[in-house]
């Protein structure tokens, strides 16, 4: 059967940027990774394009990961759109608050494991728990476990963050 790449544009292009967007930190750069996993996909028409393009937003994101540190640059936390922008440098406490709960979002996160935060990031990005399994390695049974487990160390590791940063000030 043909794949509808239009519909399947339309209907997974979001949840890959907001999937990639949690690992590279950078809005633009996410969406960018997303158009590519879409051009990879065209021209290798996969069986199942759906998951088939999270594994290779995964792989692509990895790979922006690895040559960011090689270069030893550090990932853009939050660009916004340019309303979002405008909205926060109305309100300079506002954005430094805002600042401060993605940079302990971000630190919870990296501070998971890989399995954890791959389930995480996938649960969020809208797929279902067979396609989690099937990217992650995971029996489809022990993926829910999984996203309790993860969910609540990410709860503890960003209660940590705010303690740390409360203990800082």
Known sequence: MATDWNDLYRSTFP?????L??????AERARDLAQEAF???LAHEPRRPRAWLFQVAANLARDEARTVIRRKKHLVLLKGDAEAREERAK???TEFAERER??????????LGEKDRETLLLWDAGQ???EIARHTGLAVGAVGTTLARARRRLADAY???EQDDAAHR
Request: proline fraction near 3%.
């Open 39 to 41: 051009v990879r996909a």
């Open 102 to 111: 993605w940079s302990r979002v971000r630190a919870a996160l990296d501070s």
């Open 91 to 93: 309100d300079p406490e």
């Open 15 to 19: 949840d890959l940027v907001r999937f």
């Open 159 to 161: 209660r940590a963050e």
């Open 128 to 130: 279902s728990y067979t």
């Open 21 to 26: 967007h949690r690992k590279v930190w950078d």
